[in-house]
Each structure stands twice: as C-alpha cells, then as structure tokens.
C-alpha cells in the first residue's frame, strides 16, 4: 500500500510518494501552471541532491541515500494520478473598478463580474476572499466605510446567485493598499477597485 503526499506551491510543484520497497521515499519536481518551477535541495549535506529543473526526480532507500533521476509526465501520471486528480484548482484573481465615492462598477468591469460568477459556479467547493479598495480622494475612514461596501456589494452578488455565505469573506482595506501610488486626494480610477480571489 502507497502512501502518497503531495505538496504544491505557485512556483513548485512537488510529488512525494512514500513505499514499502528498497525506495523510502520519491520526490519529484513538476512545473508550476505557468511552467516556471522552484528548486529543492532533497538529502543532507553533501549528500543533498538539487532538483531545479521540471519532471528532476529523487529516490531516497531505507539508509537515507539519494538517487537522482529525470521522469517523464507518463510516469508521474501513472504514479501520483490519484494524488494529482485530487488537487482543487488553482485559485483564480479578479480586480472589479467602481465610480467615484461609489459602490457601482464601472462598465468596463461587468465582463470581469460574470466571469466572476461563471468561475464560482464552475467549482464544486469554492472559498471566496473579497477585498475592497479605494483612491486617496477623501478622509481615511470615509474610504474605510467605502472600500468595505464595495467588497460587501460584490459578496452579496455572489449571494444573489446561490453561494454559501460561510465561504465568502468581504474586508475593507481603504486607502492603504493602492495600485497605483499617489499623492493624497489625487483620484485615481485603479485604486478604486475591489479583489477577488477565489480558491
């Protein structure tokens, strides 16, 4: 019986497959979704072997030593296929402009609210972060009120179309976390916006 592990990071993608055979352990390096990748030192000392480039493998026996070897896509299919079927999608960023001193979306960012919506329903389990933002136009906790209705605005259209309110966060960051730095009371149509990340 396999035990198998899988660990993925933005730029990493590491499988790891626990045996009951000579192999303690196989690591494999894959490459990130936009085919960059990281690098992993696997062993101890000068005993360590770099994995840097994609599908760069390890195998590590029962007495801690590493054997280096390069895999195909066919292999780590047939061997981490379960693990990797298993992974949720990757998470999925959309930025959503609003009008000034206002929780209405600008024309141009309906497109990016139903591609909001089309990516929400597309999921089986979805957790949904809702980040309000605005310009330095105004004093700070008018922006404050302001950035947290707009993030509440998009949360409750996502409401409105059937998702679970226990998986949908909506904060306020105001003024604090421009897109664009400017001097106070400049306006600036990219800082007035509202992030969404859905995982």
Do not use: W
């Amino acid at each position: 019986m396999h035990n198998v592990r899988l660990i993925l990071g933005c730029f990493l993608g590491l499988l790891s497959l626990t045996a009951c055979s000579t192999s303690r352990e196989l690591v494999v390096l894959l490459p990130g979704p936009d085919g960059q990748h990281g690098a992993l030192a696997v062993g101890e000392g000068s005993q360590s072997t770099l994995l840097n480039t994609p599908l760069a493998g390890a195998r590590i026996d029962t007495q801690g030593h590493v054997t280096p070897q390069t895999f195909t896509q066919e292999h780590v299919q047939q061997t981490f296929g379960q693990a990797l079927a298993a992974q949720p999608p990757p998470s999925v960023a959309f930025i959503l402009y609003f009008l000034m001193n206002s929780t209405e979306l600008v024309p141009e960012s309906k497109p990016a609210l139903e591609a909001l919506f089309a990516e929400v329903a597309a999921r089986q389990a979805v957790e949904v972060q809702i980040t309000g933002h605005t310009d330095r136009v105004g004093p700070l906790l008018v922006n404050d009120r302001l950035s947290i209705e707009r993030a509440q605005t998009v949360r409750a259209a996502l409401l409105a179309r059937g998702l679970k309110a226990s998986f949908v966060r909506a904060v306020g960051r105001g003024e604090r976390e421009p897109l664009i730095d400017t001097p106070d009371e400049q306006p600036e149509p990219r800082n007035r916006r509202v992030a969404v990340i859905v995982r």
